[in-house]
């Protein structure tokens, strides 16, 4: 098995007469297996993932619906690993990329292990959650109901707590209450995920923290602070393509292109004097220097392409295809 991202230790791995990583064997009682983490947008699924592997990989945002691809966060103890699935937010779609996204959502809930429901715990079970159980209720893959944002809750949050409690009863499905912002109540949520899992294989080597390859996540840098910093004004009009990356000893050298659907929005992204894109480069290029622990210079570019969303070739082009 080839793995595309870099591995940080390569102690105890054998390797094939290519010189390719192979997979350890798992010892006696190891478990493993794949674990969606589905919910509303912006119920903090993307904070969690990253919380759980202990590095950041998914990015995070203020704004709704900021997952846009099936990202894979791996966490490997000594008893098992578990494999995240990250999955867009299951919402209304109101283009083709939205329609691409929940029906790739709603394809992980199928194709894992277990389900995560996530909820946002500082406020009551809604009507989106309640859309979101009963598709769940649908499939034959466990779910364990998981309440987030526990660290953000009012004093009076036990009626909060009791909605998502009758949600879970009536399903019959197991919760825990947790904080992904400064996890609290983690390791609980592990081992009851851990305790979900059949007994498996090592899927991946035992210090890879993803499968993404780092260009996939260098887009993901940029278009996170384009969304930090831009907000409202140009949310889910944006798509990375990273155009060049080019290693040397000293500095990674990396080309991005920034593609919108509108000349107005591109104006926005450049800002006065080009002052926009010049902080969106600065802070994520901090970023990216943290991904490959190296000096790099960033330099982007911005491009026009109308309707790109509604658009399933140029959807495709960008990346985002229906998952099988």
């Not at 064997?25 to 478990?31: D, I, L, N, R, V």
């Not at 995240?84 to 083709?96: A, C, E, L, R």
């Not at 991005?256 to 591109?266: F, G, M, P």
Request: net charge neutral.
């Amino acid at each position: 098995m080839k793995v595309e991202s870099k591995v940080s230790s390569i102690d105890n791995y054998t390797f094939s007469m290519a010189g390719e990583v192979t997979i350890p064997q798992a010892p006696p009682g190891f478990k493993s297996g794949f674990i969606g983490i589905i919910g509303r947008p912006n119920v903090g699924k993307s904070t969690l993932m990253n919380q759980l592997v202990g590095q950041k990989i998914a990015i995070t945002s203020p704004v709704a619906q900021t997952t846009r691809n099936r990202l894979r966060g791996i966490l490997t103890t000594e008893k098992a690993q578990l494999i995240f699935v990250d999955t867009p937010g299951i919402h209304k779609p109101h283009h083709q990329l939205g329609e691409v996204l929940v029906q790739n959502a709603k394809i992980a809930i199928e194709s894992v292990d277990v389900v995560l429901f996530v909820v946002d715990g500082t406020v009551a079970c809604g009507s989106g959650d309640r859309y979101i159980a009963e598709l769940l209720s649908r499939s034959q893959t466990p779910v364990i109901l998981g309440i987030n944002k526990s660290d953000e809750q009012p004093s009076d949050f036990h009626k909060l707590d009791e909605s998502y409690t009758e949600l879970a009863n009536s399903h019959q499905w197991q919760s825990v209450k947790f904080s992904a912002k400064t996890g609290a109540e983690i390791v609980n949520l592990q081992e009851l995920l851990i305790g979900h899992l059949e007994s498996g294989p090592f899927y991946y080597p035992p210090d890879l923290v993803t499968d993404q390859p780092e260009r996939f996540i260098m887009g993901e840098l940029i278009r996170e602070q384009i969304l930090l910093l831009t907000r409202e004004e140009v949310p889910h009009s944006v798509a990375i393509a990273i155009d060049l990356v080019e290693e040397t000893p000293t500095i990674t050298r990396v080309l991005a292109t920034i593609n919108v659907e509108r000349d107005s929005q591109k104006g926005i992204l450049i800002g006065k004097g080009g002052t926009m894109l010049k902080a969106i480069g600065s802070e994520a290029r901090e970023q990216i220097q943290k991904l490959i622990a190296g000096k790099v210079y960033l330099e982007l570019f911005v491009k026009v392409q109308p309707k790109w969303r509604q658009s399933r070739i140029r959807l495709a082009e960008l990346g985002y295809r229906v998952e099988e």
